[in-house]
């Protein structure tokens, strides 16, 4: 199983909207997916219309008291499953805290899901915590969704500058503008020539749409109520980079 990340210690900068659509497209190429929303504000779960759907406590989990596999709940759309988000992963950090080692943590909790799923998307909360931590220790991969504005950009480079104190046990940053603007000249300027923050990026990025808006109403992903529509078109291109990059078959 693969174990890929949307975060950014930003807050509102796409990290949910592309964890959903993203997880949708993979569960279309029929690849078990288990999207675990772990921001205490719930809107991965939300969006996928699983919210207040199963209740545990943050924990139980960091304990082991309570098992992931169990946690998880169908979606409306075949292969795709998601552990929806609890009010008690607001402690989360104290509770990892706890128990001394946050980075070793999530991925023995995430490991189990392996056994009857090939993709977990995890959907973080904003934060440079111990949840960040152990966020880092049990990702492959941490897609990083960046507005193009240069404190975009410097949060992206305290992101690196804390997974190079890591080593070589980090997993692989990976960065991708979302929210662009064709008609603001330094989103031009950042799409054209790409900023050294931006390296290891990938090439595709998301327009600012009102669709991602919409998710809300629909309760869906984009590709379910826009389809032809660029935003759509985005985060299919998304997913195929990515897809690529985690070397998951198409
Ligand atoms: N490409 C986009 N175009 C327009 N609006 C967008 C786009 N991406 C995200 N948004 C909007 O910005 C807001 C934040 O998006 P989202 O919840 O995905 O960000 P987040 O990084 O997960 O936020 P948080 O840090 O609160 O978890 C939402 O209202 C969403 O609809
Ligand atoms: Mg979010």
């Not at 929806?84 to 080692?101: H, T, Y």
């Not at 490991?111 to 993709?119: I, K, N």
């Not at 669709?211 to 379910?224: D, L, S």
């Amino acid at each position: 199983m693969r174990t890929i990340a949307f975060y950014n210690l930003k807050g509102g900068v796409g990290k949910t909207a592309a964890a959903v659509n993203v997880a949708w497209h993979a569960a279309r190429w029929k690849h078990r997916t288990v999207l675990w929303d772990l921001d205490p504000q719930g809107a991965a779960g939300f969006y996928l219309d699983v919210e207040g759907t199963k209740s545990y406590h943050a924990g139980n989990l960091v304990s082991g008291r309570q098992g992931t596999p169990r946690l998880k709940v169908d979606t409306r759309w075949p292969y795709l499953q998601a552990i929806p988000s609890d009010l008690s992963l607001r402690n989360l950090d104290v509770k990892l805290a706890e128990q001394g080692s946050p980075r070793s943590l999530l991925r023995k909790m995430v490991a189990p899901l392996g056994e009857d799923c090939d993709l977990c998307i995890l959907d973080c909360p904003p934060t440079l915590s111990p949840v960040a931590e152990s966020i880092f220790g049990a990702a492959d991969y941490l897609f990083v969704p960046v507005v193009p504005t240069h404190l975009s950009l410097r949060a992206l480079e305290q992101v690196r500058d804390w997974l190079d104190q890591k080593g070589k046990s980090a997993p692989e940053l990976v960065p991708f503008f979302n929210m662009v603007d064709r008609r603001r000249l330094l989103h031009v300027e950042m799409l054209v020539r790409r900023p050294e923050a931006m390296r290891n990026g990938l090439k595709t990025w998301i327009p600012y749409s009102t669709h991602v808006e919409q998710m809300g109403q629909f309760q869906a992903p984009i590709a379910e109520f826009a389809p032809h529509t660029p935003s759509a078109r985005a985060f299919r291109a998304l997913w195929f980079e990515i897809a690529e990059r985690t070397g998951l078959q198409q």
